[in-house]
């Protein structure tokens, strides 16, 4: 599952893994990377076991996501998940 988006959106969802239990289930169970970009940012989820992404885990990650969209964006340097080349 790839999103793409502002990067505001993308660091609240990079937040939301980090910051609450459902974010460090997915970080469990998904490889995760991402990318900044001054248009457009990127973060892209694959299950470890490599079947697909699950409807309802991209429901509640939205869920969790949204209350931490639009806070003050970490330092780019502080996310510690995989980054894309």
Do not use: C
């Not at 599952?1 to 959106?9: A, L, P, R, V």
């Not at 892209?44 to 931490?68: C, I």
Request: hydrophobic share 40%.
């Amino acid at each position: 599952m790839k999103i793409t988006g502002s990067e505001d959106i993308i660091a609240g969802i990079l937040d939301s893994l980090d910051d609450s239990v459902f974010g460090a289930g997915i970080r469990t169970t998904h490889s995760i990377t991402f990318q900044f970009n001054d248009l457009e940012s990127v973060v892209e989820f694959k299950r470890n076991d490599e079947e697909p992404v699950r409807a309802e885990d991209a429901f509640w990650l939205g869920f969790v996501a949204k209350s931490f969209v639009g806070q003050k964006i970490r330092k780019k340097e502080a996310y510690v998940l995989q980054r894309s080349r």
